[in-house]
């Protein structure tokens, strides 16, 4: 179970840190990302994170955006800078998971937290 916070209201220029919590067990996380979806638009990738620790961050916030996760409070995280109001948004973290000792790789999406930026 994923569970997304930290999303809100910011003037342009600011910053938000969203946060995803993975609860539950007896699985491995393989993979673990960010999504947007802005206001009338289709949901686009923000930023990934492989459980090798590389990272892969979308042209449209690179330099501005970082992910990271917290191993001990199985928490991911999508730190956020100099927002834009073309950064408002729903975002939604996912995590690529399967059971320990099975292959097959299943996805999990948090809720979802809004980010609005204005201008």
């Known amino acids: 179970q994923l569970q997304a916070s930290g999303g809100g209201l910011v003037q342009a220029g600011g910053s938000l840190r969203l946060s995803c919590r993975v609860s539950?067990?007896?699985?491995?996380?393989?993979?673990l990302a960010w999504y947007r979806q802005p206001p009338g638009k289709q949901r686009e990738l923000v930023a990934t994170?492989?459980?090798?620790?590389?990272?892969n961050i979308a042209m449209a916030v690179q330099g501005l955006s970082t992910i990271s996760y917290d191993n001990a409070e199985r928490t991911l995280f999508l730190q956020m800078n100099s927002l834009k109001p073309e950064d408002t948004a729903v975002y939604f973290c996912?995590?690529?998971?399967?059971?320990?000792?099975?292959?097959?790789?299943?996805?999990?999406w948090g809720r979802g937290t809004q980010v609005t930026v204005s201008s």
């Open positions: 996912n995590v690529r998971w399967r059971y320990y000792g099975r292959t097959s790789l299943r996805d999990a």
């Open positions: 994170l492989s459980s090798g620790s590389t990272t």
């Open positions: 539950g067990s007896g699985f491995t996380i393989e993979d």
